[in-house]
């Protein structure tokens, strides 16, 4: 099976991107199915309906996030009866949405985790913990599992990969939107890269225009933050996994850059 998982998409540039580019990835790779981070979808910020739709419409299977999941209110409205979209499963129990889920492909069961990092982000439940116990209780109904960590910082992206090998078929990092040239494949058959990058504007800072950025830095007073234009970088990894054991078998990264 051949998995396509896409870099945090930004704002309307980076669903432009997704819908004049994926479908030939897809048909270039003998994509099976496509998980996208889909947090920054609305304004650079946020998920709402008509973006989230959009998304699904053009070929993305299942809609990971992050921290921003909740920076539109009306993602409250569809979160729960939305099975194809996850928020980080290390919130809070009573927290709208789910963290993880099974979907079915050609007879085979594939369980999708979105967990967010604790270092330099929000202090939510352990990643480790919680990891092991949705692995435990998918495993006797998935051979594949992937899991896109979105966390800050690389250490402990690649201490949550070395902890689960060999028990998840991939894990990714996603949130930084810089992509890292570490893919491997680890001792036990888990698929790892730190970081898989950003689907958005290339001449920016994270998606951003630069100019308020930089500003930001060197007055630290407020500025206001709108997604850039120009060019636009796809980002992603495919990742090609046995079914008969979930194992990986290679994973690639793949880098575009795409003018409208």
Same mark, same amino acid.
């Given at each position: 099976m051949r998995i396509l998982m896409i870099g945090d998409i930004v704002g309307n540039p980076g669903r432009k991107c997704i819908r004049d580019l994926l479908p030939k990835i897809k048909e270039n790779y003998n994509i099976d199915f496509t998980i996208a981070n889909c947090e920054n979808l609305a304004g650079g910020k946020g998920i709402n309906k008509k973006v989230i739709n959009n998304i699904f419409t053009y070929g993305v299977d299942v809609a990971t996030s992050?921290?921003?999941?909740?920076? =539109? =209110?009306?993602?409250? #409205?569809?979160? #729960? $009866?939305?099975?194809?979209?996850?928020?980080?499963?290390? /919130?809070?129990?009573?927290?709208?949405?789910?963290? /993880?889920?099974?979907?079915?492909?050609?007879?085979?069961?594939?369980?999708?985790?979105?967990? $967010?990092?604790?270092v330099f982000m929000s202090d939510l439940d352990c990643p480790f913990q919680k990891a092991s116990t949705i692995i435990e209780e998918l495993r006797s109904q998935c051979k594949i599992i992937l899991l896109d960590f979105h966390a800050e910082a690389t250490s402990e992206k690649m201490a949550l990969g070395r902890y689960l090998d060999g028990k998840a078929s991939a894990i990714v990092g996603t949130h930084t939107h810089v992509q890292t040239s570490d893919e491997r494949i680890f001792e036990n058959g888990t698929g790892y890269i730190t970081d898989i990058g950003m689907t958005g504007p290339y001449e920016s800072i994270l998606g951003v225009e630069s100019e308020p950025v930089i500003n930001n830095f060197l007055t630290q007073l407020p500025e206001r933050f709108e997604v850039a234009s120009g060019k636009v970088q796809f980002n992603g990894v495919v990742i090609e996994i046995e079914e008969a054991d979930g194992k990986c078998k290679d994973i690639e990264r793949i880098q575009d850059l795409h003018e409208f």
């Open positions: 992050g921290n921003h999941i909740w920076d =539109k =209110k009306e993602i409250f #409205d569809f979160i #729960d $009866s939305e099975t194809r979209i996850l928020r980080p499963a290390n /919130y809070p129990v009573k927290t709208p949405g789910r963290g /993880y889920h099974i979907f079915e492909l050609n007879g085979n069961n594939i369980g999708i985790i979105n967990l $967010s990092g604790r």
